[in-house]
């Protein structure tokens, strides 16, 4: 299986671009969340500079942040910086939009959102609607400002089958967030592969999957719920009480434990479910390392659900077994000591 990383946008992100290249690496990709972190189009644009060989996404852009000709003109300005290695993964917005005190979209809109990002990437025309006005665009000049030759990836975020219809429909890859059931992935092929074909598109055996989660290694005789462990997987676990704190339906659904995690979350947070500012509480340092009176909340449950943990022998079954189920790529969010990090991940797999 193929090895990446995702980091946040921030100054110095080209360095560890380089040493992800220098490792080998398949590809690094930088979150899209515009109230927590900085802007993925300037901190690609830095690490296209620096590198050579790794391919660079967008994890993930959402209709719900960005027009269509802007975000097109974004990753086709990256293009013209590191011609054909470019990613870009679309979704309906959940947790930037979240962050906001907003709602995600639709996937109807992430379809057309999508559909529309494919044209204007490979220099044809598209649809562009405001209202009641709709208008045929394109890039109206190239050249040295923008490439449109080079074909850049786009992979669909999804955890369900809407989403991975839409990849279907639309020809393109799956990524998904802590998704580490086998038979949660066959699903989303098989939906993939059903919408595909419902279109009347020969399912392309080429497009990729990707994972992203978080890996611990563990020493020798170390407890995999040890306070290092929970360290180095607490930001995918706390994601998801935060999105369980703001969204009562989805906790509702977990467990006794899950639920009363939650609980504690949205008291040490100071906040409800449904207080109008509840965003401004919940998810500031999303993503970020944990502090250490948050320990607590990470369940082991979560961390064995979301993240990798356990031996080098462990871990190599687990990944294999993903592999078996169509995943393509590892992506690991590092949040204590990236460098490290994305070496101990290269040791693993390249």
């Given at each position: 299986m193929r090895a990446g990383v995702v980091v946040t946008a921030h100054p110095g992100v080209e360095?560890?671009?380089v040493q992800a290249e220098e490792l080998g690496l398949h590809s690094l990709w930088i979150n899209d969340t515009p109230m927590v972190h900085g802007d993925p189009f300037v901190a690609l644009?830095?690490?296209?500079?620096?590198?050579?060989?790794i391919k660079l996404g967008v994890g993930v852009t959402s209709p719900a942040l960005r027009s269509a000709p802007a975000a097109a003109c974004g990753l086709a300005s990256l293009n013209a910086l590191a011609p054909?290695?470019?990613?870009c993964g679309v979704g309906t917005g959940n947790t930037a939009r979240r962050t906001l005190g907003m709602p995600p979209t639709t996937a109807a809109t992430l379809e057309r959102f999508t559909a529309a990002l494919q044209d204007l990437c490979a220099g044809r025309s598209t649809e562009y609607r405001e209202g009641d006005r709709v208008r045929d665009i394109r890039?109206?000049?190239t050249g040295a400002h923008v490439n449109t030759t080079d074909p850049i990836e786009?992979?669909?975020?999804?955890?369900?089958?809407?989403?991975?219809a839409v990849a279907g429909r639309r020809s393109t890859g799956l990524i998904s967030f802590g998704l580490l059931d086998p038979t949660a992935w066959r699903a989303l092929h098989h939906a993939r592969r059903h919408a595909a074909q419902e279109a009347h598109r020969v399912p392309d055996s080429h497009v990729d999957s990707y994972v992203v989660t978080a890996l611990h290694l563990l020493d020798e005789n170390e407890d995999p719920h040890s306070d290092t462990a929970r360290d180095a997987t607490g930001h995918l676990v706390l994601s998801l009480l935060a999105f369980a704190a703001d969204t009562p339906a989805f906790a509702e659904q977990l467990g006794p434990e899950e639920r009363e995690a939650v609980r504690r979350l949205l008291d040490r947070r100071g906040t409800t479910a449904t207080a109008p500012d509840r965003h401004t509480k919940l998810y500031p340092n999303y993503l970020g390392r944990i502090a250490p009176q948050d320990r607590d909340l990470v369940v082991p449950s979560l961390m064995n659900t979301l993240a990798l943990v356990g031996t080098r022998d462990d871990l190599l079954a687990r990944i294999t077994t993903l592999e078996q189920a169509g995943i393509d790529e590892l992506l690991i969010q590092p949040v204590i000591d990236p460098p490290t990090e994305m070496a101990q991940l290269a040791k693993l797999l390249t």
């Open positions: 360095d560890l671009a644009s830095l690490c296209a500079k620096a590198t050579r060989r054909g290695r470019i990613r890039f109206l000049h786009f992979v669909v975020a999804a955890l369900g089958p809407k989403a991975a």
